[in-house]
């Protein structure tokens, strides 16, 4: 095994990177690091791209097995493009084993943050993380305070990020600064207007909760023309809409976790649209004549947890799509047999490609710029994440 030549070790490694998942294998890739010394490098350099899950219980190591891999010259710091890191009192890592963990990876690309008992970052705090997170381009906010200003410092902080991930509701005001008053509940909208707007701009958003109307005009107010993609696991309501309206134009992927009356009236604004995903079946609310005509990628996904009898509105969906070149749906769809294989006779009368994957609806895809849809997990991206 150790004379095996080092760029097909490493092919060989990247070929089975992902678990059917979408998470990295990890036993693989510690199996491989193990095998020889020609194997450990390669190994070690991709066991140490995606880091998952730290914390107070295992900061610390992983802290110093990147600085001890410094005697070696070559730093497994440099090899980490995505953290997710818990901070605070339930059971994460302090600030400042924080700022330590984003010095080490000077090559971070994607970061996910989950944040417990802070409301906000100290200025000192936020000086040094611009400094460490300057190559920042993806940010998956998992959990902050209803109330906190996280968000604002973060983005004021990283200005760079244009995949932005927000887990839950924000519901605080980003003008709340010594030098700008509180906006009142009945502010008009010129007001409104001449407040500062956040700096990023973003290609892909995606929000599982909406924040208020005010932060959420406030987070695209710079992003019209960069926006391109854009999930929802909440129904877009009216307000929501006429924020969206701007951006809809030139979106091209859509996700949807509830289709309905209000989803549909989203969808006729999106009418340059390549994608669209919808996280449960509608059964009784069609997709025609709502769709637009440009879409080439049509994902559907039917979860255990809810029932359905019929896959008759993407069937009908495939008829009106001229240009559809790709379906994916997950295993579920193929427990409703009749139906499953009328799809699969639609798609192959229009040329289209079938697609079943396993991965979880919760599982988000590699934060990178989209050529063609549909977009994935895949070890083809790591030269776009650097």
Known sequence: MAFVPPELILCILEHGYYTSLGTP????????????????????????????NLEA???????????????????????VRALEVSIGWDGGCSLDDFVRLLQACPHLYELGLSIYGIHEFEEEILKKLGDAGRRLKALQLAR????????????????????????????AWPWRTA?????RRNTDAGELAQRPSAEVCLYDLALSRFPTP???????????????????????????????SLHAPRLRSLRLAHYNIHSA????MCTALEELVLYHVPTHFPLVPDLPPTIEHLSFRNPNHTYRNTLQPIITAVDALPKLRVLTCDRNAEQLVVDYEILKAKCRMKGAKVIVADMP????????IVHRFPRTRSVSNFDAMF
Not at 27 to 52: D, E, H, I, M, Y
Not at 154 to 166: D, M, V
Not at 179 to 183: A, C, G, W
């Open 25 to 52: 294998n990890y036993t693989l890739l510690k199996a491989g690091a193990l095998v020889c010394k020609t194997w450990s490098g390669p190994a070690q350099s991709l066991l140490f791209r995606r880091v998952q």
């Open 57 to 79: 219980r295992n900061t610390i190591t992983f802290h110093a097995a990147l600085l001890s891999s410094a005697i070696r010259g070559k730093s497994l710091g440099d090899c």
């Open 144 to 171: 902050c305070g209803l109330q906190s200003p996280i968000l604002f410092q973060l983005l004021k902080t990283w200005n760079n990020i244009q995949f932005l991930n927000i887990g839950n509701e924000i519901a």
């Open 179 to 183: 030098t700008t008053p509180v906006l």
């Open 214 to 244: 005010e932060v959420l005009t406030w987070l695209l107010a710079s992003s019209t023309d960069s926006l391109r993609i854009l999930e929802l696991r909440d129904i877009p309501g009216p307000t929501q809409r006429n924020i969206l």
């Open 265 to 268: 009236a989203l969808l006729r």
């Open 361 to 368: 609806f919760w599982v988000y895809e590699d934060p990178v």
